[in-house]
């Protein structure tokens, strides 16, 4: 069974920074590119960044780059997702995603609120 779990999430002021990890399990983390997603408040799910499955080809949405930094550990199985320069709009429950044997597996969830 794929298991992903999200960790790392808080409340942070405007310019602050988190790390944000997934832990995987339940398949061959390796073969597979992964994806972070975000849902704000009333919003529907957006896309934030993939990285293929070496971690050599990464891309982020817009509004993104230049400020989060996606990257991957496979030999501990988790993927990571570093927030530099965090806005008031970043703010949002953030998934790891993962299309493995044509469905697609995401975890929980783990909360960013950036406020003053």
């Known amino acids: 069974e794929v298991q992903l779990t999200e960790s790392g999430g808080g409340l942070v002021q405007p310019g602050g920074s988190l790390r944000l990890s997934c832990a995987a399990s339940g398949f061959a983390f390796s073969n597979y590119g992964m994806q972070w997603v975000r849902q704000a408040p009333g919003k529907g799910l957006e896309w934030v960044s993939t990285?293929?499955?070496?971690?050599?080809?990464?891309s982020y949405t817009d509004s993104v780059k230049g400020r989060f930094t996606i990257s991957r550990d496979n030999a501990k199985n988790t993927l990571y997702l570093q927030l530099n320069s965090l806005k008031t709009e970043d703010t949002a429950m953030y998934y790891c995603q993962g299309v493995v044997n044509r469905m697609t597996s995401r975890g929980q969830g783990t909360q960013v609120t950036v406020s003053s």
């Open positions: 990285i293929n499955n070496d971690g050599a080809y990464v």
